[in-house]
């Protein structure tokens, strides 16, 4: 059997964190490394038990989930981050995901969608809820101006471009292999291929750097 995926919860509710233990402790392949009440708490804790994911709540006393994702992004072999937050367009979450931070979930998301969403990130292949994350960094983006686009992006080959642009509108690779009538394996390696270019983590980046540069 395969290790379980570690992870860290951080969150002041303790509560609500016994709730989200209770959760992922009863899958075989999941297993709570540790907990924090506060993003300061929670940096500490990351460090001791090099989890391979954080639920990060992103308001929290003491340090919030914000200033804590971009610390803990910042240490190498950074575990992935997955925000918390209790309604969709919370502008704090976004900045999160601008940070770095792979993701957000709702607290009420159902045990299952949670589940799914944690194994989802931590194989790096797909993005958490594409589309509410998507809007949810239109929604922020607004207010601001469009950065130029980076040189790396040119380096992108035709279809490179084009499989990013669908990656960027929250399609799947599933969704984009119909549509361009390829395999799945194909639309894998073209990903892959982008976001080793772009210097990009994951899917949920990509959809950020999209909306930065005005590509989509």
Known sequence: MST???????????????????????????????????????????????????????????????????EILREPDAPRVVVLTTFDLDEAAARAIQRGASGFLLKD???????SAVRTVHAGSAVIAAEATRELFAHIADGGGVEPVPDSYRSLTDREREIFALA????????????????EATVKTHISRVLTKLALR???????????????
Do not use: C, W, Y
Request: net charge negative; no cysteine.
């Open 168 to 183: 960027a509108t929250g399609l799947s690779n599933a969704e984009i292999a119909e549509k361009e009538f390829l395999s």
């Open 109 to 115: 998301s159902e045990p299952e969608f949670l589940l």
């Open 4 to 70: 379980p995926v570690r992870i860290v919860l951080v969150d002041d509710q303790a509560l609500f964190r016994a709730g989200i233990r209770m959760v992922i402790d009863s899958q075989p392949d999941l297993v709570v490394v540790g907990e924090a009440s506060d993003g300061r708490e929670g940096i500490e804790v990351v460090r001791a038990t090099r989890p391979d994911l954080v639920l990060m709540d992103v308001r929290m006393p003491v340090m919030d989930g914000l200033t804590a994702t971009a």
């Open 202 to 216: 994951d899917r949920v980046q990509l959809v950020v750097f999209a909306h930065r540069h005005g590509l989509v």
